[in-house]
């Protein structure tokens, strides 16, 4: 009796140091556990962890591969860590999130609100310490490049080198220099200077860019091809948006996309750059929170959808199309539109 006392105490210890969360939220499939060929992506971002989020529910019975989560995925904007861990431990508590977090594989970037601070960048002070938290929280292996390096920048490979995905998750928060506002709006800075993602995530991203995979999904918590409205866009960073235009062209990158979040809306963009095939960036933006006054972007197809949504990609291998999807809490696709690989080419 004292052993099993002595061992449930061990347990108890070991359980509290490994996992700030309960059980069921360390319970997670491990990437070991995903099919041999990746079709069906979730995204998504914007939720309060103090509201109900049944659109996790809707998506936890999509069957799909993997779910990345696109930033503000709580809202814990301080400087006191036991505040911000305190929402996190909210959203491990929701049935919905340890629904969705325990029958897909999950992983994540961060935007602003979970960074600590509303719109902030390099200059936040507590971010080491939001990134470990970040990273427990997501359940980031042991064995993780993340933990080597400044900022939360990650890739992800799946699948065999004819259906392979290569998931290139950024962090355009922990680089980002201070942006100018002009009445109220944030307005492009044309200096060189101005920086989204840091020389070093640069390198990175040119070598990550120059691997081998059919498809590309770079995960950018900013809007990238959208119009400039005032708002965060990579579009206030004219250089860096160049920048990332010549990376893509030089290391010849085809069949990229982008996915972003952020607006609390969900639309498509299509933007053409010089020299390059055109760039989608998809938005999933509202897993609760929702904006109805969505600016002005000359690049989006269709309408925004404006209600709780999250995002959906279905790679058809066969066919070589990807689908973009918006799917609404009763499981409807209220948008779609399908792109053939041919048109993501030099
Ligand atoms: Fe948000």
């Known amino acids: 009796m004292r052993a099993l006392a002595s061992f449930f105490i061990v347990f108890v210890i070991i359980g509290g140091i490994s996992c700030h969360y309960q059980t069921e939220f360390c319970n997670r499939p491990f990437l070991e556990d995903l099919p041999p060929t990746v079709t069906k992506i979730g995204i998504g971002s914007c ?111 799946f699948g065999d080198l004819t259906h392979r995905v290569q998931i290139i998750l950024l962090d355009c928060r922990s680089f980002r220099s201070l942006q100018i506002e002009e009445n109220g709006n944030y307005i492009p800075d044309e200096s060189y200077s101005a920086s989204m993602l840091g020389d070093a995530q640069w390198m990175w991203l040119e070598e990550e860019l120059q691997k081998p995979a059919q498809i590309r999904i770079v995960c950018s918590s900013t809007q990238f091809a959208t119009q400039h409205n005032g708002w965060e866009t990579w579009d206030n960073y004219p250089n860096e948006m ?44 509202g897993i609760t929170n929702i904006e109805h006054n969505d600016r002005p972007n000359v690049y989006r197809i269709g309408e925004p959808v404006k209600e709780p949504h999250a995002g959906m990609i279905t790679i058809d291998w066969g066919a070589q199309t990807i689908m973009f999807e918006v799917i609404n809490v009763a499981g409807n696709s209220v948008f779609s539109y399908v792109v053939p690989w041919s048109e993501l080419e030099f």
């Open 47 to 157: 939720g309060s962890e103090n509201e109900s989020q049944p659109i996790l529910n809707t998506m936890a019975s999509k069957n799909l591969d993997l779910f990345i989560y696109l930033g503000d995925n709580v809202y814990c904007d301080t400087d006191n860590m036991d505040e911000m861990r305190s929402e996190y431990r909210k959203l491990s508590c929701k049935s919905e999130f340890v629904n969705l977090i325990t029958s897909t594989y999950t992983i994540a970037v961060w935007d602003d609100h979970d960074y600590g601070e509303n719109d902030a960048g390099a200059s936040y002070p507590y971010k080491e310490e939001s990134k470990q938290i970040f990273l427990e929280f997501w359940n980031e292996p042991d064995t993780s490049s993340r933990y080597q390096h400044a900022g939360i920048y990650h890739a992800l490979y």
């Open 242 to 285: 160049n920048m990332m235009r010549e990376v893509i062209q030089s290391t010849g990158a085809e069949h990229l996309i982008f996915v972003s979040g952020d607006v609390h809306y969900a639309e498509l963009s299509k933007r053409n750059y010089t020299g390059l095939y055109p760039i989608y960036d998809f938005t999933a933006s």
